[in-house]
């Protein structure tokens, strides 16, 4: 209990320390270390809150054991007794809650994320599922107060998308959204399909945090950049003149292109977000792998050729074979009603950095 009150003191003495920079003018003047200061201000403040609860109830219960080790008044002591029998499970519930606190958080967490589907294999059934993936997760972005805006899109001859591009921001957006990165898997029987047969089909997703101008230092000189005429929705106006822009990083080569904004200014910027976001990624990747080695992780975020749900319609299941989860809410699912399989993911994971932290 001493060590761990020893380190809680040590985040309080951070935390006063981070509040008293950030009222700093030359803090307040550096772009780069002002916003990052800002977010370890903000990541810590759960974990201050909790420790000031928790040395409310160490005190309690140190009270109530001085009541019972030197009062001879039999209802005083009993009013302890029962004082005690409350708190005591109440500080044993709080430090398993405080241990979750203490596990480093990825520094990605807290960002908004680029979240792209793409058709896989199977076809137009694939371009449909893709679609229904993202109706999927609109829906739960909508149900969790975010917000979310199209960069690009690919229709599919028959319906639904070879590939669709959003931006998702909205509070801890890539922490709740990176175990979504995979290939998704849809057992069911094709509108097309006249002999009634179960068809495979999947969508693969992609899911990155979006790279803030600080991650990512882009030389202009490097980008090459193109317009042309959008060919998707927005009206005739986006057919008649140049709005379209795609740009091309050359030193990685790396290309991103984006057409959903009404000018070519706006798509400009929504395009070099795209792109810095995917060099960040790169970065981001390699790290994620390397924790991922350290602690064996079964929840993976980074490999988008591994399988790691399956939607099987007729018999109204969605298994993620992560975990082995398996549910029988499909239709709630594909609603946007995939809490309980992300809360179970992000817990699995949690498990694994507490074990880890333990064996060290």
């Given at each position: 209990m001493q060590d761990l009150l020893q380190r809680l003191e040590a985040i309080v003495d951070r935390y006063n320390e981070v509040g008293k920079l950030i009222t700093d003018p030359d803090v307040i003047g550096d772009m780069k270390r002002y916003p990052s200061l800002m977010k370890e201000y903000k990541d810590l403040e759960d974990i201050v809150d909790t420790t000031q609860r928790y040395k409310r109830?160490?005190?309690?219960?140190?009270?109530?054991?001085?009541?019972?080790?030197?009062?001879?008044?039999?209802?005083?002591?009993?009013?302890?007794?029962?004082?005690?029998d409350t708190l005591l499970p109440e500080r044993e519930k709080m430090e398993e809650e405080i241990k979750f606190l203490l596990i480093p958080k990825d520094p990605e967490d807290t960002k908004n994320c680029i979240l792209e589907i793409r058709a896989g294999t199977g076809g137009d059934e694939a371009s449909i599922f893709a679609g229904d993936?993202?109706?999927?997760?609109?829906?739960?972005?909508?149900?969790?107060?975010?917000?979310y805006e199209v960069l690009s899109v690919s229709e599919g001859t028959m319906g639904g998308y070879k590939e669709v591009s959003i931006e998702v921001s909205g509070q801890e957006v890539y922490g709740t959204l990176k175990f979504e990165s995979g290939v998704h898997r849809v057992q069911r029987v094709p509108e097309t399909e006249t002999q009634g047969r179960v068809h495979t089909s999947a969508a693969?997703?992609?899911?990155?945090?979006?790279?803030e101008e600080f991650d990512v230092v882009i030389n202009p000189a490097d980008i090459q950049r193109d317009t042309y005429r959008s060919s998707g929705a927005g009206g005739q106006h986006v057919n008649k003149t140049e709005s379209a822009v795609r740009l091309t990083h050359v030193p990685t080569g790396v290309v991103v292109a984006c057409q959903e904004g009404r000018s070519q200014h706006e798509n400009y910027e929504k395009a070099l977000t795209m792109l810095r976001t995917r060099i960040f990624e790169t970065e981001v990747n390699k790290r994620q792998e390397e924790r991922a080695r350290m602690r064996k992780s079964l929840v993976s975020t980074g490999d988008r050729s591994a399988k790691i749900r399956t939607y099987n319609f007729p018999q109204g299941r969605i298994t993620d074979h992560r975990i082995n989860l398996t549910l029988y809410n499909l239709d709630a699912a594909m609603n946007g009603e995939i809490e309980e399989v992300i809360e179970a993911l992000k817990l699995a994971e949690n498990t694994e950095k507490l074990l880890a932290s333990a064996q060290n």
């Open positions: 109830i160490l005190l309690n219960i140190q009270d109530a054991k001085n009541v019972l080790a030197s009062n001879d008044d039999q209802d005083l002591r009993m009013l302890a007794q029962e004082e005690l993936l993202y109706r999927m997760y609109t829906r739960y972005i909508q149900n969790k107060g975010w917000k693969t997703v992609a899911v990155m945090p979006e790279a």
